[in-house]
């Protein structure tokens, strides 16, 4: 059962770090984008951005606990 919800905490995790704007990353702070590096993230930016973060800590939790059991 873990196991499936780290399948399915994974594709949610990549579809959302797919759907980001590719200038907030590394080549946007290198000078990909024209804009500043510190920009300031605003709604579908920034929920997107708050799920990532999400399903990133909840897929490491879920690593962890199947790696223990």
């Known amino acids: ?3 499936l919800l780290q399948i399915l905490v994974s594709i ?3 579809a959302l770090i797919l ?3 590719r200038s ?3 080549s946007g702070i290198l000078g990909g984008g ?3 590096p510190y920009q300031t993230r ?3 930016e920034k929920t997107i951005f708050m799920a990532t973060i999400v399903s990133g800590t ?3 939790v879920l690593a962890l606990v199947n ?3």
Do not use: P, T, Y
């Open 1 to 3: 059962m873990l196991i």
């Open 12 to 14: 949610i995790l990549i």
């Open 19 to 21: 759907i980001q704007e």
């Open 24 to 26: 907030s990353g590394l």
């Open 34 to 36: 024209l804009n500043s």
């Open 42 to 44: 605003r709604g579908v």
């Open 58 to 60: 909840a897929f490491a």
């Open 67 to 69: 790696l223990l059991f």
